[in-house]
Nanobody, 121 residues
Framework: QVQLVESGGGLVQAGGSLRLSCAAS????????MGWYRQAPGKQRELVAI???????NYADSVKGRFTISRDNAKNTVALQMNSLKPEDTAVYYC???????????????WGQGTQVTVSS
């Protein structure tokens, strides 16, 4: 099995910063994409940022210039540095990884349990 464990959420004032971290463990041969998604109350889950194994990145327009995603392939970790936070960034943030368990195996998506980020105005 594969587990994704997130940490780093919390309460911060508008304009502040938080850093989210996620560590993948278990039966892992290779991780393709890793990313962060978020879901606010009453809204659908949306992509925040994604990073490939080659460190190419893509961001939601709403976070460009404020958030930075990074990963450590040796440690199977991904991080999200969030600066200049806004109240509209308030959501549960989920880590995601596309993992295969052996050479040539099918890649499957795995999710963390989510971590709450609350930005007060």
């Amino acid at each position: 099995q594969v587990q994704l464990v997130e940490s780093g959420g919390g309460l911060v004032q508008a304009g502040g910063s938080l850093r989210l971290s996620c560590a993948a463990s278990g039966s892992i041969f290779n991780i393709n994409h890793m990313g962060w998604y978020r879901q606010a109350p009453g809204k659908q889950r949306e992509l925040v940022a994604i990073i490939t194994s080659g460190s190419s990145t893509n961001y939601a327009d709403s976070v460009k210039g404020r958030f930075t995603i990074s990963r450590d392939n040796a440690k199977n970790t991904v991080a999200l540095q969030m600066n200049s936070l806004k109240p509209e960034d308030t959501a549960v943030y989920y880590c995601n990884a596309e993992v295969n368990k052996y050479y040539g195996g099918t890649y499957y998506n795995y999710w963390g349990q989510g971590t709450q980020v609350t930005v007060s105005s």
